[in-house]
């Protein structure tokens, strides 16, 4: 297996816009989780997933974050409208149930907002 | 205070062992981790240890725990280059879901 898919890679936009985020978990993993990570808050659990249904979405900062998943194979992260603050390194990670203890990350997401 | 807390920064030198230390605030945490990760990728599981138990040994590295002082270590003996990372300690409840501290940035020099 490839491992956790991510992408883009690097994103730079401004203000404003529409920014979306992909990942592709690990086949056979039930549970896919959302991560972001900076310097002042260290890496923060956004959303996760368990069987394609959001489970427990507390960690998404505010209504211009969205998450869905909308089949076992494929995650987005979307924000809209994308501020400067959101700047950061979004990574998804996938694990095959709950009891077991390894989340499997990808190489992340570095969004710049400009 | 945060429910897991670590320095942020440690040097040391190549062949030297390396001590990274963990402190966090939930008696009732079940499982501990030490993930690793290298710059441009995400983190990845280094080793775990069950609450029940208080050291465990993996080739160069070694966990410490101590459950009276909520207090885990990470050991990694004979520190090579490639060994430099941030490693992330975490803790996880009845929920399984980890809370990861900030990470410590390891610099190993030669």
């Known amino acids: 297996d490839a491992g956790v898919i991510q992408s883009p890679r690097h994103e730079v936009t401004e203000m404003g816009q529409e920014v979306t985020l992909r990942c592709k978990p690990i086949?056979?993993?039930?549970?896919l989780f959302w991560y972001r990570q900076t310097m002042m808050r260290g890496l923060e659990l956004l959303i996760y997933?368990?069987?394609?249904?959001?489970?427990?979405d507390s960690g998404m900062p505010e209504d211009r974050f969205s998450a869905k998943m909308p089949n076992a194979s494929f995650s987005t992260l979307k924000i809209q409208p994308s501020e400067p603050r959101d700047s950061a390194v979004y990574f998804c990670?996938?694990?095959?149930?709950?009891?077991?203890?390894?989340?499997?990350f990808g190489p992340g997401t570095r969004l710049t907002v400009l | 205070g945060e429910d897991v807390e670590q320095s942020l920064f440690l040097s040391v030198r190549e062949g030297d062992s390396s001590v990274i230390n963990c402190t966090y605030t939930?008696?009732?945490?079940?499982?501990l981790y030490w993930y690793k990760q290298e710059p441009g990728a995400g983190l990845q599981l280094l080793t775990y240890?069950?609450?029940?138990?208080d050291m465990k040994q993996d080739q160069r590295l070694t966990v410490l725990l101590n459950k009276k002082d909520k207090h885990l270590s990470l050991r990694i003996a004979d520190t090579q280059t490639g060994d430099s990372a941030i490693y992330f300690c975490?803790?996880?409840?009845?929920?399984?879901?980890?809370?990861f501290g900030r990470g410590t940035s390891l610099i190993v020099h030669p």
């Open positions: 990670a996938s694990r095959l149930t709950i009891s077991y203890n390894e989340q499997f």
């Open positions: 086949s056979g993993h039930d549970y």
């Open positions: 997933f368990n069987n394609n249904v959001p489970i427990d």
């Open positions: 939930d008696s009732s945490s079940t499982y």
């Open positions: 240890i069950f609450s029940n138990m």
């Open positions: 975490a803790e996880s409840r009845g929920s399984y879901i980890p809370t």
